[in-house]
Structure formats: structure tokens, C-alpha cells
């Protein structure tokens, strides 16, 4: 079991930068392999970045490549994603995800545990 809480969203405009951060409660996060998505209204949740349970491996959307990053820091059960240069299309609420295995993983059903989400919304 995890669980999963995302800080960090808010308004913001073309340009800048944010890091999104997600706190994980669980006594093993470092054997969860995370992920980050996001939803905007009357769309599907879509995939923005994955990372590994050991956080050497990553893996990005086409439209957030260059932009954005993806690290944890499993002795402070954290997952971050910094967001740079974000533009209108970015806005989101974006959720973290977990699933306990050792590999990238891609899609909403990979997935078992989700935190509530962060409000992040870009402005031109």
C-alpha cells in the first residue's frame, strides 16, 4: 500500500517554471515504479513522464520532451517534475501515479495508486 499526495501546481505564465512534487507514504516507495499524468476537462488523462522504482531510467511524452523532468529522491519518499517553459497547452491538473514494479510504465491501468491531484494553469 501507498499513498500519494501532489504539491506544488498554481497560476503561472508562458515561460515559466514550476516543480511539481509528490510525497509518498509507504514503508518500501523505493519498489514503486511512479509516473506523472495529466487531465484537463473533457479529455482523457494523458501520459506526461515515468521513472523506475531506482530512478535510472526515465521516459517522456513527445509534447513535454526538453521541457520537463522527471527524479526522485527515494530516502525523502518524493517524486518531483520539473516543468520548464510551460506554455498554455500544459494546463492541467496533473497526478501523480505508483504501481509496485520495476519498470516504465505508460498507461492509466498500469497503475494502482494515484494522489489527488495539483491544479497547474498557464497564461499568456
Known amino acids: 500500500q501507498v499513498q500519494l499526495g501532489e504539491s506544488g501546481g498554481g497560476l503561472v505564465q508562458t515561460g515559466d517554471s514550476l516543480r511539481l512534487s509528490c510525497a509518498a507514504f509507504?514503508?518500501?516507495?523505493?519498489?514503486?515504479?511512479t509516473g506523472w499524468f495529466r487531465q484537463d476537462p473533457g479529455q482523457e488523462r494523458e501520459f506526461v513522464a515515468a521513472i523506475n522504482w531506482s530512478g535510472a531510467n526515465t521516459d517522456y511524452a513527445d509534447s513535454v520532451k526538453g521541457r520537463f523532468t522527471i527524479s526522485r529522491d527515494n530516502a525523502k519518499n518524493t517524486v518531483y517534475l520539473q516543468m520548464n517553459s510551460l506554455k498554455p497547452e500544459d494546463t492541467a491538473v496533473y497526478y501523480c501515479?505508483?504501481?509496485?514494479?520495476?519498470?516504465?510504465?505508460?498507461?492509466?491501468?498500469?497503475?494502482?495508486?494515484w494522489g489527488q491531484g495539483t491544479q497547474v494553469t498557464v497564461s499568456s
Open positions: 509507504a514503508r518500501t516507495f523505493s519498489t514503486y515504479a
Open positions: 501515479a505508483a504501481r509496485r514494479t520495476s519498470g516504465l510504465h505508460y498507461h492509466m491501468d498500469d497503475y494502482a495508486y
